[in-house]
Every structure is written in C-alpha cells, then in structure tokens.
C-alpha cells in the first residue's frame, strides 16, 4: 500500500513539533527530550533527530550555558493547524481544491497538513484530531464507517466534507448544486433547440453523479419528452477503473447498436466527454454541426483547451475554498454550534462542441 508523504515517524514528529511551535511565544521554553519521549511514546533518536531538524532551521534555539532549548524568533506562526485528507489517486479537480484551500488558508495565517490515503480505514483519526484544530476532506469516501461519524459528532471537532457530502449527513460541507447543474445542462441545450438530450455516465456512482442525473431527469420530463431511459448511456464504470477509456469503449458499442435519435449530449463528468469528443472524431461526426456536447467541467478549466473548445459547466474553485475555510472558522469558533453547509451555483461556459440546432 502507498505510504503518505513524510510518513517517517521522526518527520511526523518533527510536524507536530511545528505546529506547536505555531501556537507558542519567543522565548518559551520547549519540552525537553525525556517530556517528548513520553508525550509521543517514541526513542530517544527520534526525537533528537526532529529537533536536530528544528534547530537547523532556526525555530528552536539554546541559549547560553543552558541546556534546554526555547522557542526561536524566527519560529513559523499560524493561527492554527489544519489537516486536509485526500485521496491518494490522481485527480484535476483535486488538485484544483488544493490549491484553492492552500491560498485561503495562507491568507488566515493556518497551517495546512496533507494527509493522502488510500483507503478512509488507512487514517488514523484519533491522532489527526488530536494534532490539528480542524479537518478538511476533499471527496467524501463511500467506505466512512458510520462509528467514526459518530466519533466526530460526540467530538464535535470542527470537520468540513467537500465533494460527494451525503444527504443528511451530521457534519458541515460545500457542494455544487448538481441537481441545479443537470437541469442547467437541459435548459441550455434546449435553447439551443435541443429536444432529444442524451446522458452519458461514465464516472462510478456517486452522489454527485446521480444528482446530475436527478436534475437531468427532471427537466426532461418538464420539458414533455418521453421514453427517456432509452436516452441515458451508462457504462457501470466501477471506482479504481479507467473511466475514460470504458467510457469511449461503451459510448462506441451504444453507437455501434440501433438507438434512439439524439441530437445533443449532456456528459455528467468531463471525463466523459472526452471519451464522447474521440468516438464522435472516429466516427466522423462534427461536433457541433452533427451534435452538440455539453459536460460538467468540475473545478478544472479543461474545456478552454481542448479542440474544440468543450461547452462545461463549471464550479469555481477559489470560492470552494473560501467557503470550506468560512465553514470550518465558524466550527473552530463556536464547536457547540450546529454545522452547516453551503451549496455553490454552477456557471455555462458555451464553446466550440455546442450551437443551435440545424433545421
């Protein structure tokens, strides 16, 4: 199994001396290696080489003729110490929400503790809790034990999901409005004078997933089409899979069989639509002469770079950021408050894979 980085026991000491640090004056004495020994039940080496480090760096100072160390002037100061958990996958979007926390969190002076896993059952929870003020997780995992939620509500320790936040779930969190973003991509493309808008699933299930679905569903049937089951193209892509490739495979065999006519294409994921953009290529229709495309761009400006330019609709990362921070301030400041959530709007950005219907 992939191990996190600076997974070394003397480097995730050498953190939690940081963070302390964080919290502490010029001049205060720091514990002395026996007192640290025993806080974190680890060898004499190890600590001395985490402080080795420390006062490498200037953090950690000793003063003449004594012989325990002090904090340094020169020592990092943060308001508090913030741990972000994600997966350890590649992923764009991600990377997007990463960014964005790391500029917001630097602007509120906090220190920010990446933490990837694998697996939810790879963290250990009670030493994340126990070593920083709040939590962060970017993509909410579909293996949570419901005992550790529980742990976290009796806690109340301040615990902020982003992406994929269940219905109902006792923790704060910010999300896109994806029942919002599927009607948006029926609305758009029926200005256009789309009628019959298919919707390609290529992504494994997920919340966020079948809420694009929800809100596609229902704006086709306001809009009085029927047999819509005939429309929707799911290719049960399962997580760990490569979801564009299956996707261009099964979107190729869809289009390979008799269907039902479509003149337009909603992609639930840009990942989808890529596959979309390379079965159309090779099979010789324009896009969008032939058919226009219209997918969920996420956080990642992908749209703008491909060729054509992909019609998205999208999410703003920086104000994911903001709000994940704004969310998890309220929680710090006030841990007997009830969590709260914020829904975000969706924006279109019409490009190059979508025009008016030709009649």
Not at 173 to 181: N, R
Request: charge should be positive.
């Amino acid at each position: 199994m992939a191990r996190a980085l600076h997974s070394t026991r003397h480097a995730r000491i050498y953190q939690q001396l940081v963070q302390r640090l964080a919290r502490s004056e010029p001049d205060e004495p720091f514990p002395t290696v026996a007192e640290l020994k025993e806080k974190y039940g680890v060898s004499q080496v190890t600590v001395t080489q985490a402080l080795r480090r420390l006062q490498q760096q200037g953090f950690i100072r000793r003063p003449v003729g004594k012989k325990r160390y002090v904090v340094a002037q020169s020592a990092p100061r943060t308001q508090a110490s913030i741990a972000v958990l994600r997966p350890i996958w590649p992923s764009p979007e991600y990377d997007s929400l990463l960014t964005a926390l790391q500029q917001e969190c630097t602007s509120r002076r906090w220190n920010l503790a990446l933490t990837h896993y694998q697996a939810w059952s790879d963290l250990d929870l009670t030493r994340i809790i126990g070593e920083h003020q709040g939590i962060i997780s970017i993509g909410h995992p579909p293996d949570f034990p419901a005992d550790q939620e529980e742990h976290l509500r009796n806690l109340r320790h301040p615990f902020i999901s982003l992406m994929d936040r269940p219905e109902g779930a006792s923790f704060g969190g910010v999300e896109g409005d994806d029942v919002e973003l599927g009607r948006l991509a029926v609305t758009t493309l029926r200005k256009l004078g789309h009628r019959r808008i298919a919707v390609f699933l290529n992504e494994p299930s997920s919340v966020s997933v079948s809420r694009r679905l929800r809100g596609w569903q229902a704006a086709m049937e306001k809009a009085g089409e029927k047999n819509l089951s005939e429309l929707v193209i799911d290719c049960s892509v399962q997580s760990g899979q490569d979801s564009i490739e299956l996707g261009r495979q099964c979107f190729d065999r869809w289009m390979s069989r008799p269907h039902a006519p479509f003149t337009a294409v909603f992609a639930t994921a840009w990942t989808g639509a890529l596959a979309v953009m390379r079965v159309m290529h090779d099979r010789y229709i324009e896009l969008p002469g032939q058919c226009s495309l219209l997918a969920q761009g996420g956080l990642w400006p992908i749209g703008r770079y491909l060729v054509p330019p992909l019609s998205t609709i999208d999410y703003d990362a920086t104000a994911w950021g903001r709000a994940a921070c704004e969310l998890l301030a309220e929680q710090m400041a006030n841990k007997t408050a009830t969590p709260r959530s914020l829904s975000l709007a969706p924006e279109v950005h019409l490009r190059g894979t979508t025009a008016p219907l030709r009649a």
